[in-house]
Nanobody, 120 residues
Framework: QVQLVESGGGLVQAGGSLRLSCAAS????????MGWYRQAPGKQRELVAR??????NYADSVKDRFTISRDGAKNMVYLQMNSLKPEDTAVYYC???????????????WGQGTQVTVSS
């Protein structure tokens, strides 16, 4: 089993910053992708940022404000969020694509989510 635990969400005023952390644990053999999605009320879940083999991708709406980073030794992924806007309010989900054994399939794993609320 693979577990993802997010932390760092909360309430912040517009223009403020938050740092999300996600710890992956359990029977992890290898991780290919680590990233963050978010889902605002009444909207579909959307990709925020991800790291694939050292390369990063960001949603246009967060470029130049958010930074994703990874600690491979600790199976951690972080999301530094600066210049937050009310439209960034959402539940943020950590996800990874990982194998649990050599030669096994790549599978998606998700955290339970952490609420980020940005007040105007």
């Amino acid at each position: 089993q693979v577990q993802l635990v997010e932390s760092g969400g909360g309430l912040v005023q517009a223009g403020g910053s938050l740092r999300l952390s996600c710890a992956a644990s359990g029977s992890i053999f290898s991780i290919n992708v680590m990233g963050w999605y978010r889902q605002a009320p009444g909207k579909q879940r959307e990709l925020v940022a991800r790291i694939i083999s050292g390369s990063t991708n960001y949603a246009d709406s967060v470029k130049d404000r958010f930074t994703i980073s990874r600690d491979g030794a600790k199976n951690m992924v972080y999301l530094q969020m600066n210049s937050l806007k009310p439209e960034d309010t959402a539940v943020y989900y950590c996800y990874i694509i990982a194998k649990t054994r050599f030669g096994g399939p790549w599978s998606d794993y998700w955290g339970q989510g952490t609420q980020v609320t940005v007040s105007s």
